[in-house]
């Protein structure tokens, strides 16, 4: 408090962070847009290829199939987002610090045969049944903590060898049936399958994030204005919250025409929100970003790098055990197939797709969420189009090393124009 | 050599006091009978030879070394420096040769990282408010405190690096090569820095290998030699003798060419 009385009572005639003349300052929507267009040059690309990406995505496949773009639809493709892109969520956390988990895929299979066979063949209530689930998922993540912490192996090799061990335990676990079916009228497979929000609730939720903006912006520019620090406009906030709640307000009505917004793409979006949270303004989040940019420069600031490994490690495989399970109650099956095939790579090239960097030190919970809307517009359409699962594949490959060049050449770019 | 005694009698009680300071690795004695002694406002320049034991003393002082043997007293008092949290608790800031930053945070970041205030919600704005005005003491000339590290100069890093070593507040800051990567107009820069950080009451320890710097700012120069003291100067004391005293010998190229100008001289 200090420090501000004694700012304030010297009151410089511009504000603290202006008073630089070499710096081009940006002000007002025409200052916002320059801003934007810098800023996309230096490799800083922001939202904009997902942004392209879904125009480009819709509009072939909508022309391919009408139906592409039909509400219900778009409803099963949130169904479809929601479990992988738990997993993906997990897969940010351990792309933030440049490590790399491959076998999510594995731990989610192992988490959703685990459940079935806990739950359905040995008759444990369905709490207990899930946290068994996500416990062994902390377990997952521990051991490879463990295994790079104390013995210095690489996340990726340790990981390349989980995916087999694990998928093998899964296997185990599911014995000669191969398949565990679970029972359509309990709570979870009907949240996983046919759960929709009442279409009042979805529209007010769908008001808070532009009510949020404006109130939490409002309070940033006042304490701004008090510090004597510059502050954006009332304008630019209200015209940021308006543009906000039309986009959300737009989808949700669309989607009402349909089913709804189902309650498990709502349950991704608050764990997105609380995860965006937890990076951007927490101590924990700070030392994440830290430790991705500079291990060695956390370190002397005296922040407990194993500690932040551990917990990235533990996050991702939790994800995935979660994930796993919810994949299960959307098929109401666990099965030898659920967490093979695509899904670790969905997970990883949703993160990187949305904006996380392979590389660590940058990334957002919400470039999940982005990201893979993407993968799965992708994958719907595919599905749509009755191609068979050799050309998706391809196709799906094709988009994830699209994804890394567009990521290596952002970073060469933000390199050469000095932003990191 | 000869107004030393006045100068420090006047500067009174020493920050930092260091007596008969050895270091031994295995067979090798790194530093023997180390003297020292560092005041407030002061800036004492270390110089030495490489293998010297600068770097070893800085970090026995950073708390990343402990001595062999030997006293360190701060602010008259007995301590221990068991580890580099007790350097900082006490109040000794370091900043290394490779400054520790992180490039893809900004600048308000890398100044607070590890020492955030409210884990659970960061407080931007008054984060904000305390990088500039440190920076501010500073008259550092960062153009923004939300642009990442890496897009600023070599310079413009110091002075992040500066600023950071600062805000615990340190009693004594020591700079290992501050200027090693420097151009000149950003060594300028930070020379200015390091004289406004003594004027701000702080002890000042800089290592450096340019002795144009170390005279451009160092109240007193210390210089080390085979891990032994080999004498303390003042900026008005000429290269020749600085040299000789850095070398151990007094027969080098300086001196040669001391004595065909002093020859020369005499002649005219």
């Known amino acids: 408090m200090s420090q501000l009385d004694q700012v304030k009572s010297e009151t410089p005639p511009q504000a603290l962070d202006r008073s630089d003349v070499r710096v081009r300052h940006d002000e007002g929507i025409r200052g916002t847009v320059r801003a934007f267009i810098d800023r996309v040059r230096s490799g800083d690309l922001g939202m904009l290829p997902v ?3 879904l125009v480009v995505i819709s509009a072939v496949f909508t022309a391919l199939n009408p139906v592409y773009l039909a509400p219900n639809n778009l409803v099963n493709l949130l169904f479809d987002c929601a479990t992988v ?4 969520l997990g897969i940010v956390c351990v792309l933030m610090l440049g490590e790399i988990d491959l076998s999510v895929g594995s731990t989610s299979g192992l988490a959703s045969a685990l459940f079935g066979s806990l739950w359905v063949t040995q008759g444990w209530p369905l709490g207990f049944a899930l946290i068994a689930a996500l416990v062994a998922g902390v377990v997952i993540g521990s051991l490879y903590a463990l295994l790079y912490n104390r013995l210095g192996m690489p996340s990726f090799v340790a990981t390349l060898a989980g995916l087999l061990a694990l998928l093998g335990l899964q296997l185990y676990i599911l014995g000669n049936a191969g398949s565990i079916n679970l029972p359509y009228q309990s709570p979870l497979v009907m949240f996983g399958q046919i759960l929709m929000m009442p279409k009042w609730l979805s529209h007010a939720l769908g008001v808070l994030p532009g009510i949020f903006t404006i109130l939490v912006g409002m309070r940033v520019i006042r304490r701004r204005r008090e510090a004597n620090l510059s502050a954006g406009g009332m304008a630019g906030l209200l015209f940021k919250a308006a543009v906000l709640t039309a986009v959300i307000e737009g989808v949700v009505y669309y989607l009402n025409l349909g089913r709804g917004v189902p309650w498990m793409f709502g349950l991704f979006v608050a764990l997105v929100i609380i995860m965006d949270y937890a990076f951007t303004r927490t101590k924990w ?12 420069a956390a370190r002397r600031a005296g922040i407990n790098v194993r500690r932040i490994y551990a917990s990235a490690f533990i996050l991702c495989s939790s994800f995935a055990a979660l994930g796993g399970v919810l994949a299960a109650s959307r098929l109401a099956s666990s099965s030898q197939q659920a967490g093979t095939g695509d899904v670790n790579l969905n997970a990883i090239a949703a993160a990187v797709i949305g904006g996380t960097s ?6 957002s919970a919400y470039s999940a969420l982005l990201g893979i809307i993407v ?3 992708i994958a719907n359409g595919l599905t749509l189009l009755n191609l068979s699962s050799s050309l998706r594949y391809m196709i799906t490959g094709a988009v994830l090393a699209i994804a890394v060049i567009v990521d290596s050449l952002a970073r060469r770019s933000r390199a050469s124009h000095g932003r990191a | 050599m000869s107004d030393l005694p006045d100068y420090t009698q006047r500067l009174g009680e020493p920050v930092l006091s260091l007596r008969g300071i050895s270091k031994n690795f295995g067979a090798v004695s790194a530093l023997t009978d180390i003297e020292l002694d560092v005041h407030a406002g002061e800036v004492v320049a270390l110089v030495g030879d490489n293998g010297a034991g600068k770097s ?3 970090k026995i002082l950073a708390g990343v070394h402990q001595p062999s043997s030997g006293v360190i007293r701060f602010n008259g008092q007995e301590v221990a420096l068991g580890s580099p949290a007790d350097a900082l608790n006490l109040g000794i800031a370091t900043v290394f040769q490779d400054l520790a930053l992180c490039e893809n945070l900004d600048v308000v970041a890398n100044i607070y990282l590890g020492r955030e205030q409210e884990p659970w919600r960061l407080d931007e ?8 005005t440190l920076l501010n003491e500073l008259s550092a000339r960062i153009p923004s405190v939300r642009e990442p590290v890496a897009s600023l100069s070599g310079g413009q890093r110091q002075t992040v690096a500066i600023a950071r070593s600062l805000l615990l507040e340190p009693k004594l800051i020591m700079l290992d090569e501050p200027t ?3 151009g000149v107009a950003q060594t300028a820069e930070v020379l200015n820095l390091i004289e406004r950080v003594r004027a701000r009451g702080l002890g000042v320890i800089m290592i450096s290998h340019n002795m144009e710097d170390v005279r451009a700012v160092a109240d007193r120069i210390v210089v080390l030699r085979l891990g032994r003291n080999s004498g303390v100067f003042t900026p008005e004391d000429s290269n020749h003798e600085l040299v000789a005293a850095i070398t151990g010998a007094s027969e080098n190229a300086v001196s040669r060419r001391m004595n065909r100008k002093q020859a020369s001289e005499a002649m005219q």
């Open chain 2, 56 to 58: 070893t003393l800085v």
């Open chain 2, 180 to 182: 090693a990567a420097l």
């Open chain 1, 85 to 88: 892109g738990i997993i993906s």
């Open chain 1, 358 to 363: 392979l590389f660590g030190g940058r990334g």
């Open chain 1, 51 to 53: 942004a392209v990406g």
């Open chain 1, 285 to 296: 989040g700070r030392s994440m970003q830290a430790v991705g940019g500079n291990k060695e």
């Open chain 1, 375 to 377: 993968i799965q517009a």
């Open chain 2, 125 to 132: 704005v008054a984060m904000e408010v305390r990088a500039w």
